[in-house]
Nanobody
Framework: QVQLVESGGGLVQGGGSLRLSCAAS????????KGWFRQAPGKEREFVAG????????DYADSVKGRFAISRDNAKDTVYLQMNSLKPEDTAVYYC???????????????????WGQGTQVTVSS
């Protein structure tokens, strides 16, 4: 079964850090662009960060710039999201996604991603 599996979520105090991981299984996504999205209760899913297949280009939502960093290890077929200086408004379910047509120009669009993980909860207390 083809899937992306997120891990690393949890409960953290405001100002703290978490590192999310997303590993592939069932097939390889090392040549796909990848991204992280999040969805808070009562809100639409939103783009957080994206990275091209080579790792040479990244993009971030304005709300997380300077605090979050996306990276990838193609040998492990894993993408990471390092989250620092966390705020209560970062509380959400975080999803990783992958798609063959994800580029620096398209990575903010959820419709460009063909594969999605099941999500991992991140809760930031004040």
């Amino acid at each position: 079964q083809v899937q992306l599996v997120e891990s690393g979520g949890g409960l953290v105090q405001g100002g703290g850090s978490l590192r999310l991981s997303c590993a592939a299984s069932g097939r390889t996504f090392s040549s796909y662009g990848k991204g992280w999205f999040r969805q808070a209760p009562g809100k639409e899913r939103e783009f957080v960060a994206g990275i091209t297949w080579s790792g040479s280009d990244t993009d971030y939502a304005d709300s997380v710039k300077g605090r979050f960093a996306i990276s990838r290890d193609n040998a492990k077929d894993t993408v990471y999201l390092q989250m620092n200086s966390l705020k209560p408004e970062d509380t959400a379910v975080y999803y990783c996604a992958a798609g063959p047509s994800v580029t620096i120009a398209t990575m903010k669009r959820a419709t460009r991603y063909n594969y999605w993980g099941q999500g991992t909860q991140v809760t930031v207390s004040s």
